[in-house]
C-alpha cells in the first residue's frame, strides 16, 4: 500500500468536507422546500388562501401578540418584556453612572 504525501491527504480531506457541506446544504434546502410546498397546499385546500404561513405573528390587543407557527398558537404578553427592558436600561444607566 502506498503513502499518501501531506499535500495529498490534505486534498482529500478538504474535498470531503466540501462534500458533506453541500450535501448538507442540499438535504436542508429540500427539507424547507417540502415543508414550504405542503403549508402551502395544505391552505390552499382549507382556506383557499394562496400563502405559505409557517410561521405568523399577529397582534391582538396592545398587550399580547399571538405568534402562531404551524397552527401552534402561543400568546406571547409584551407587558412584561417592556418592564424587564425597562429595567434592563435603568440597571445600565445606574452602572454606568448616567
Known amino acids: ?16 468536507r466540501a462534500k458533506c457541506i453541500m450535501t448538507l446544504v442540499l438535504f436542508f434546502t429540500l427539507v424547507f422546500a417540502g415543508v414550504c410546498l405542503s ?7 382549507m382556506k383557499n388562501q394562496s400563502k405559505i404561513e409557517i410561521i405568523k405573528l399577529e397582534k391582538k390587543d396592545d398587550s399580547y401578540i399571538m ?3 404551524m397552527n401552534l398558537k402561543l400568546y406571547l404578553n409584551t407587558l412584561y418584556v417592556k418592564e424587564d427592558i ?3 436600561k435603568a440597571g445600565i444607566q445606574s452602572f454606568l453612572g448616567k
Request: proline share 0%.
Open 39 to 45: 403549508d402551502y397546499s395544505v391552505n390552499m385546500i
Open 86 to 88: 425597562e429595567r434592563l
Open 67 to 69: 405568534v402562531d407557527f
Open 1 to 16: 500500500m502506498l503513502k499518501m504525501s501531506r499535500v495529498e491527504s490534505f486534498k482529500r480531506a478538504r474535498r470531503y
